[in-house]
């Protein structure tokens, strides 16, 4: 006997369906073995985590303020990997749109009518995301430089470059020697609707449905598929592979950056540590679990911020580590990577030998 | 004696060789090998239904059947590539489980397949021991080329074992692949298409190397689509159609025509109906056209040549001898060094494939999976990915999705494109319908000249004929076609007139009623066409 | 001046070695056709898996054999999702950091004895203490290269040996046509899956030394993210070295060369912001990136293995 794999005759739309969901549950009972090894019960601790993310109204605002900065860098990412173009960048290109966006709030309102700061805040943090992406974009267009580790190499250099800044030259000097700029006058802040969830929220929403309909209803979203797809064929067909590249990372690095302003606008109200957590990282999970799908990344941004959320309260409540969440995080991927291979192979199992099929 | 009769470049004396052959080799009673019943299924065809096959020592068999007839999966199964789902192996009468090629290796049975097994980067003599189940760990690298140099001078198979296989020529990889069987001490050697990527005369070598072989003792099986083989080097014939066997015949009790009617299974090959028709403008007008290859040696040097409209312009020649960069610099993928491209009486000179394309031009890629389609994405979507720019698929700026899939309901039904449904994603189609999405596409949108390089490639009999069809009555329509084929029969068909490419340059042009085999196979081996009429 | 080579000399080794060791364990994961970008979270997970091991049994010995063990077994699940099920090898490496960073920082506050509440973090543990060679160690300038801790002196055997392995045997050859071309390999006998398997979970392994010597010996201990990014950088080193096990050193040396140039010049109280020196090795690692895809295209060279990243299966049809 033996066990193939066999190609379908077409894509399994019952494997779409059922593989993240048969991922999500996997990855909870690899958590509970990896908590029963630490002697947590792990019924309790999911329980708890439950109730941590959506127990109440403000544990679920606090899950609404977590999810906004991973549906919008869960965006960006997912524009680039539909083009095969690996960005890691994300948490890099987020923190260069909240340094950006704090340099308008701090250096140019005095000149600046108080209306105007926060619109410009978070062009000029779009346009910095935009930029740090940018980069990479240009040295993989031009010179076929490995992005992986280019946008990878700018998130260290956005990070330290954001520490340095806090930590020295806007170093709030009233700020008994914390780490971080004077918090920014009222006008600037991004007006919050729930709790401490804020219009970022809105913007990601509304922009996961004008991404859907970017993606699948233009020109610009069907060459985008192509070339992810099949770049020899895209170029066959005359579509412009290094335009298509470069435009699709600015959006994303806009995107990413658009999570940095938020953050420090809306949440922290000043540049401070705490910025770069790991988001930009995340967002690789949610958009891989989306499948790349930008309604479907709002979901899963919830579900993951949930996570987050969740474990934070376990931490507080039960004393386990926070890093609990990512733990859990991690381990979501792994059966959704597995399982991908069943919407387009299904396993067969061959129990006759070569023989008993010839007397047959 | 007999050996002095077999000389192996007498093609003409081959019937009586093989004759005093069939002699000798009678007394051995046993065959070398035997495959009884093999059925091979993959998911949407089956490959092989009930086959058999014999071979006896010194024996060379010649497994023939159109593109598709289930040949490469037979042997691929014996070479333990592919297991089969049913069927008995026996090997000297002993019944044989073959479950990789390495227990295939053990049996002494080597496969050269049409796509060389070569590791481009590594040396010959790396490639020839590549595998070996016997090596030593630390490989003594002296001996092996002594031995090496030793095998290639017993069967006149120059070539020298530090040199890397991508530095050989097409000819000498295929040596190499022949070099490392003989290392192997392979009794049984199969050999997929082996002439396809050589000249006439190459063929005729390697078919002496064959016999010297076979005169060892060791036996051969050659996969090949054309007749003419058959009856050059083979003992025996077996005849494949659609996965079965459809006959077994000693080659010199049979004839071509015999051949290809059980081949075809039906009564006459399908002659392709070409009317006459008027020739229009110039369409296509290249000047003294030179370019470089990827490594940035030339490719083509001083190509001129014109194409009218209504006029189809075969393109000849061995593999690799400039058909690839000629494709791409009239689609715009590759720039030329020099000379001037006119297409419809302007400058298209190192354009770019999208100003091409909306000059009319359409190119069926001779790589169909590399650059045809995007095998992720719905056969509808693949067959709009030409005129996805413009309406009716273009509606305010935006894709109008039932448009589309319009579109690709009136392409799968005219081309008949079977296909479970338009949103099916590509790469679940076989090849030959694969090729037809491509096909759809590319002369839905054409506009008066279409580029295709070897459309009809590893399609089955119905898909070639299809094929071929289509060009001709495009041609008719009034299209300049640019034809590149390696099948020669495929050529003179379907093309009003032929260029031979050899090293990069035109050996000469010649209407197709005037071409014959012996002369465009002299022109592929880089004789001019005014020498071959002197 | 001599002192000042000396030492740098030094601190280039001590910091270059666990960056050879993940290279060249990455090399030969490569070479198989495997890309695994996991490394980050490999060596994460190693380095705080030995030290707990040290800490709790103080063999060094078995410390480093748990580093094998746990950048094995992280290695093997890249390796069932890449090569069994055919994943997508970027996604899957980068989940494994991901999951691995993760879990180092949970176990890190785990691990730890009762007394420090599970923590590791603030513990010493026993550490590679340096072993100087007789009169080579005393010689000027290069007497550094003979004062070191036997993990550095094994890199010194690794280096030619992995090249050695490569090139001139038997496995080396069957792995390179792997990496190459598995068609090829394939029907010449050799067994792609295992070969793939093999090579992954014994780079993983190297790595996992790599990870241990950040813990064991280059700064002994165990902090969040102690390796700031080495993992990726060893990316780039695969590269750097053009896939060739000798030339890892190169990479070595220059990345440990930065490090130590960094500490020489934040120890001599230097006016350049400290966060712009620590930027030094990843600007330099797109740096060399840079030059190096430049230098490639222009003298036509391709280093990486063809089929990297590609997977495999015999009944495509």
């Known amino acids: ?156 250099v956005a990070i330290l470059f954001a520490e340095h800044l806090y930590y020295g030259p806007w ?190 | 004696m007999i050996i002095s009769i077999c000389q192996p470049y007498a093609l003409c004396a081959w019937p009586f060789a093989n004759f005093c052959f069939r002699r000798e080799t009678k007394k051995v009673t046993t065959p070398i090998l035997d495959m009884k019943g093999i059925t091979k299924r993959f998911p949407n065809v089956v490959a092989n239904e009930n086959v058999d096959v014999e071979l006896y020592p010194g024996e060379v068999l010649a497994l023939l059947g159109e593109n598709g007839a289930g040949k490469s999966t037979l042997m691929n199964v014996l070479a333990g590539m592919y297991r089969a789902d049913a069927g008995e192996i026996f090997i000297r009468g002993k019944r044989v489980e073959i479950d990789s090629p390495r227990d295939a290796m053990r049996l002494g049975i080597g496969m050269i397949h049409q796509n060389f097994m070569l590791v481009d980067t590594m040396t010959v003599a790396e490639n020839i021991i590549l595998g070996l189940p016997d090596l030593p760990f630390v490989p003594n ?183 690839k960069q000629l494709v791409e610099i009239l689609t715009g993928l590759r720039n030329v060094s020099g000379g001037k491209i006119r297409i419809f009486n302007e400058d298209k000179t190192n354009k770019s494939p999208l100003e ?131 099948d020669l029969e495929e050529l003179v068909g379907v093309a009003d007139n032929i260029a031979v490419l050899f090293e990069g340059k035109v050996m000469g042009i010649l209407p197709s009623n005037k071409a014959d085999t012996e002369k465009l196979g002299m022109m592929m081996a880089g004789v001019k066409l005014e020498e071959t009429t002197a | 001046m001599i002192e000042l080579i000396t030492s740098l000399m030094a601190i280039t080794l001590r910091s270059g070695a666990s960056l050879i060791y993940a290279t060249v364990g990455e090399i030969y994961t490569e070479r198989s056709g495997i890309l695994n970008l996991g490394i980050e979270g490999m060596m994460l997970m190693s380095a705080v898996t030995s030290f707990a091991t040290v800490y709790h049994t103080g063999s060094l010995f078995l410390g480093i054999l748990m580093a094998m063990l746990v950048g094995g077994a992280m290695a093997s699940i890249h390796a069932f999702l890449s090569i069994t099920m055919r994943a997508n090898q970027v996604v899957s490496g980068l989940s494994i950091t991901l999951f691995g960073s993760g879990m180092a920082s949970f176990l890190g506050q785990r691990l730890g004895p009762e007394s420090n509440k599970g923590y590791l973090v603030g513990l010493v543990g026993a550490k590679f203490e340096p072993i100087a060679i007789p009169f080579l160690s005393k010689l000027p300038i290069i007497g550094a290269i003979f004062n070191q801790d036997i993990l550095t002196y094994i890199v010194y055997l690794l280096l030619p040996a992995g090249w050695y392995y490569l090139y001139k045997t038997r496995n080396g050859l069957n792995l390179r046509a792997v990496g190459e071309n598995p068609q090829t390999a394939d029907a010449m006998g050799i067994n792609i899956a295992k070969v793939r398997y093999l090579y992954t979970i014994l780079g993983g392994m190297l790595v996992g030394i790599g990870g241990a010597h950040l813990s064991l010996s280059y700064a002994p201990g165990w902090t969040e993210n102690i390796t700031g990014g080495r993992g990726w950088i060893v990316i780039a080193l695969v590269i750097f070295s053009m896939w060739n096990p000798a030339r890892a050193v190169w990479g070595a040396i220059l990345f440990g060369g930065i490090n130590a140039v960094q500490f020489r010049l934040q120890a001599s109280g230097t006016t350049i912001p400290a966060a712009y020196l620590n930027m030094l090795p990843y600007l330099a690692t797109i740096f060399v990136l840079v030059i190096l895809t430049w230098w490639e295209a222009l003298s036509k060279r391709v280093g990486a293995p063809s089929a990297l990243a590609k997977s495999y299966m015999r009944e495509d049809k």
């Open chain 1, 1 to 156: 006997m033996r066990i193939v794999f066999e190609k379908r005759k077409t894509l399994s739309r019952k494997a779409i369906f059922l593989v993240p969901l048969a991922s999500f549950f996997i990855s909870l009972i690899l958590t509970a073995i990896l908590l029963a090894i630490f002697k947590a019960n792990p019924f309790v601790t999911f329980i708890a985590m439950f109730k941590g993310a959506f127990g109440s109204w403000p544990n679920f605002t606090e899950t609404l303020v977590k999810a906004t900065p991973l549906m919008l860098t869960g965006l960006g990412v997912l524009v680039a990997f539909r083009l095969k173009f690996w960005n890691i960048g994300a948490e890099g290109q987020l923190t260069l749109g909240g340094i950006a966006a704090s340099w308008v709030v701090l250096f140019w309102t005095p000149f600046l009518p108080p209306w105007m700061v926060l619109p410009l805040a978070i062009l000029v943090g779009m346009l910095a995301g935009a930029f740090w992406a940018g980069i990479p974009a240009l040295l993989k267009v031009r010179l076929k430089v490995d992005e992986v580790l280019t946008t990878l190499m700018l998130n260290y």
């Open chain 2, 141 to 323: 690298m002296v001996d092996v080329n002594g031995r090496i140099r030793q095998l290639s001078e017993r069967y006149n198979l120059q070539v020298d074992p530090d040199s890397r296989i991508w530095q050989l020529s097409v000819g000498e990889q295929q040596r190499v692949e022949i070099l490392k069987l003989i290392y192997r001490g392979a009794e049984i050697l199969i050999l997929d298409e082996p002439t396809a990527v050589l000249t006439p005369q190459e063929a005729k070598e390697l078919n002496g190397i064959l016999q010297q072989m076979t005169r060892e003792g060791k036996s051969a099986i050659f996969i090949t689509h054309k007749m003419e083989e058959v009856i050059a080097f083979s003992d025996w014939v077996r005849v494949l159609n659609k996965g079965r066997l459809v006959t077994v015949k000693q080659t010199n009790r049979t004839n071509p025509q015999e051949l290809a009617r059980l081949m075809v299974g039906r009564d006459v090959l399908f002659r392709l109906e070409k009317k006459d028709h008027d020739l229009g403008d110039v369409a296509l007008e290249l000047t003294d056209v030179s370019a470089n290859n990827d490594k940035g040696l030339p490719a083509l040097q001083g190509i001129s040549f014109r194409i009218h409209s209504g006029e189809i312009l075969g393109v000849a020649g061995v593999a690799g001898n400039g058909q």
């Open chain 2, 356 to 486: 091409i394309i909306n000059s009319g031009v359409s190119h069926i890629p001779a790589d169909r999976i590399a650059r045809g389609v995007a095998g992720d994405m719905s056969v509808a979507n693949n067959l709009a990915m030409k005129c996805y720019r413009k309406p009716p698929l273009v509606r305010k700026g935006f894709l109008h999705p039932a448009r589309i899939l319009d579109l690709a309901r009136r392409m799968i039904d005219l081309f008949s494109i079977d296909t479970p449904t338009p949103q099916t994603h590509a790469k679940f189609l076989s090849g030959g319908n694969i090729q037809k999405t491509i096909l759809a596409r590319e002369i839905d949108a054409c506009r008066g000249l279409l580029i295709a390089a070897y459309p009809a490639r590893g399609l089955d009999v119905g898909a070639t004929e299809f094929v071929r069809k289509q060009m001709i009555a495009q041609s008719e329509a009034g299209t300049a076609i640019l034809l590149v084929s390696e």
């Open chain 1, 171 to 360: 170093r709030d000097p009233k700020g008994f020697g914390f780490p971080g700029t004077p918090q920014f006058p009222d006008f600037t802040w991004l007006p919050r609707i729930a709790g401490r969830a804020h219009l970022g929220l809105i913007f990601a929403l509304v922009l996961a449905l004008v991404l859907w309909f970017v993606l699948n209803r233009t020109r610009w979203g069907f060459e985008l598929q192509v070339i992810g797809n099949n770049p020899g064929a895209a170029q066959t067909q005359g579509i412009h592979i290094a335009k298509n590249i470069m435009t699709a990372l600015l959006l994303a690095g806009a995107l990413a950056g658009l999570a940095g302003v938020c953050e420090v606008t809306g949440i922290s109200r000043r540049l401070q540590q705490g910025l770069s957590i790991g988001y930009g990282y995340t967002a690789i999970i949610v958009a891989w679990l989306a499948q790349l799908n930008p309604i479907a990344t709002i979901i899963v941004a919830l579900l993951i911020a949930a996570l987050l959320v969740g474990g934070d309260q376990v931490q507080m409540m039960m004393g386990l580590p926070a890093s609990m969440g990512l733990v859990l995080q991690g381990m979501l991927l792994f059966p959704m990577l597995a399982g991908s291979l069943f919407t387009e192979y299904r396993l067969r199992i061959i129990k006759t030998k070569l023989r008993d099929a010839q007397s047959g």
